[in-house]
């Protein structure tokens, strides 16, 4: 009885774990699209190459949009060839292919939760987080952990990978009445 209750607990918590972090993806969908609120991205340089279709956020890069804030280094947008042009609003393709975040990466959601890794990456197309170098997500005492996390976006999915000696940890913490932790 008391390993089936374990379980129960354990599989309510992962859920929630699941449940916050597509909620906290998104936030992400809403960075890459146009939904009428502004994104404010501050930085110590900026930088468009053209001829390579990329933006650069350099020193101190805050993003903040409504439901969430990323902090990083450095932040790198890739976009389609056919946003180069202006063809945004006539092609469908026109847009970001992708963002990578580098450099101590926190992603922190306004309704809770935080994301943290070396490194991001978005690929707008698959709608597709990859976190590595330390990825954690975090959720008030709760936590998972690996050498790399993929979220992927349409599928409401989350999967947490080791390597080698590195396994992937889950940090659960059961919770009593009125949603407060059991000791």
Same mark, same amino acid.
């Given at each position: 009885?008391?390993?089936?209750?374990?379980?129960?607990?354990?599989?309510?918590?992962?859920?929630?774990?699941?449940?916050?972090?597509?909620?906290?993806?998104? *936030?992400? #969908?809403?960075?890459? +699209? %146009?939904?009428? =609120?502004?994104?404010?991205? /501050?930085?110590?340089?900026?930088?468009?190459?053209?001829?390579?279709?990329?933006?650069?956020?350099?020193?101190?890069?805050?993003?903040?949009?409504?439901?969430?804030?990323?902090?990083?280094?450095?932040?790198?947008?890739?976009?389609?060839?056919? *946003?180069? #042009?202006?063809?945004? +609003? %006539?092609?469908? =393709?026109?847009?970001?292919? /992708?963002?990578?975040?580098?450099?101590?990466?926190?992603?922190?959601?306004?309704?809770?939760?935080?994301?943290?890794?070396?490194?991001?990456?978005?690929?707008?197309?698959?709608?597709?987080?990859?976190?590595?170098?330390?990825?954690?997500?975090?959720?008030?005492?709760?936590?998972?952990?690996?050498?790399?996390?993929?979220?992927?976006?349409?599928?409401?999915?989350?999967?947490?990978?080791?390597?080698?000696?590195?396994?992937?940890?889950?940090?659960?913490?059961?919770?009593?009445?009125?949603?407060?932790?059991?000791?």
């Amino acid at each position: 009885m008391k390993s089936s209750i374990r379980l129960q607990t354990f599989f309510s918590l992962l859920g929630a774990l699941v449940l916050f972090f597509s909620l906290a993806s998104g *936030a992400v #969908k809403d960075f890459v +699209k %146009d939904t009428g =609120e502004p994104i404010v991205i /501050r930085s110590d340089s900026l930088e468009v190459i053209g001829s390579k279709n990329t933006i650069s956020f350099k020193g101190s890069v805050t993003a903040k949009a409504s439901g969430f804030e990323m902090q990083c280094d450095e932040m790198r947008v890739f976009y389609t060839k056919a *946003a180069s #042009k202006g063809l945004e +609003k %006539d092609n469908p =393709e026109a847009g970001i292919d /992708r963002i990578e975040a580098s450099g101590s990466v926190r992603v922190v959601r306004t309704e809770g939760g935080v994301a943290t890794a070396d490194k991001a990456e978005f690929f707008q197309k698959d709608e597709k987080v990859i976190l590595t170098g330390n990825p954690v997500l975090t959720q008030e005492r709760d936590s998972v952990q690996g050498t790399r996390i993929t979220i992927y976006l349409k599928e409401n999915r989350i999967l947490v990978d080791g390597a080698g000696d590195k396994k992937v940890k889950a940090t659960i913490f059961p919770k009593g009445q009125g949603g407060t932790a059991t000791k």
